[in-house]
């Protein structure tokens, strides 16, 4: 992680896509930063370019034109095996159907981002253990995804999004499939993370689940129509 940079900084980033003659513009010139430590939940309604923010933010598009540092790193022009490394070693995900190996263990689970990067064996196991106790999960390294609640499954997925010491740590409706006890558990856990240095961008559609973050940046028709902070947000430099 470079302390140096800012975690994330889009500078008049715009997406179109196109389809034959038609183009559609999904984002119209977005710019803001986002300092390590931050908790940011995207916000907006269908079609206001919400999800494509997030896309190109986790590395799994590309800008239109315009520039995307992720952790000091200029990632607008990489090429593809540049940016799987990037998603790789800078980037946690945790997505709302929890995309865990339905028969393989949650250590395992944890671990796999460590075994795609080469990591020997007994240092990913470590890490994963180390992980699964920062989610409270540490007595249940040895169950399977079907020996585990849907709040426990989640927990393992963000486990596994923290496991290479990512640079931000990225949430896409993260509650979605989740009752709402076990909501409020997952998100009491984002801000024990928070609290504790990580960096967290979080998309969701719910205000209730936006109001845990400490900033909020609100999409419509593919530009940032706010952009509000808690008192107690972190001031950008």
Known sequence: MNNSARAIEVRDITK??????????????????IEHG?????????GSGKSTLMNLIGCLDRVTSGSYLLDGVDVSSLDDDALAEIRLKKLGFV???????????????????????GVPSRERNTAALERLAEVGLADRATHKPTELSGGQQQRVA????????????????????????????????????????RTIIMVTHNEEVAAHARRVI?????????????PSALPVS
């Open 16 to 33: 179109i896509y196109r389809t034959g003659a038609v183009e559609v513009p999904a984002l119209r010139g977005v710019s803001f930063a």
């Open 38 to 46: 931050e908790y940011v939940a995207i916000m907006g309604p269908s």
């Open 95 to 117: 997505f709302q159907g929890f995309n865990l190996l339905a028969r393989t263990d949650a250590i395992r689970n944890v671990a796999l981002p460590l075994f795609y990067a």
């Open 158 to 197: 963000i486990a596994r999004a923290l496991v290479n010491n990512p640079a931000v740590l990225l949430a896409d409706e993260p509650t979605g499939n989740l009752d709402t006890q076990t909501s409020d558990d997952i998100m009491r856990l984002f801000g024990e993370l928070n609290a504790g240095g």
């Open 218 to 230: 609100r999409l419509r028709d593919g530009l940032i129509v706010a952009d509000d902070r808690s």
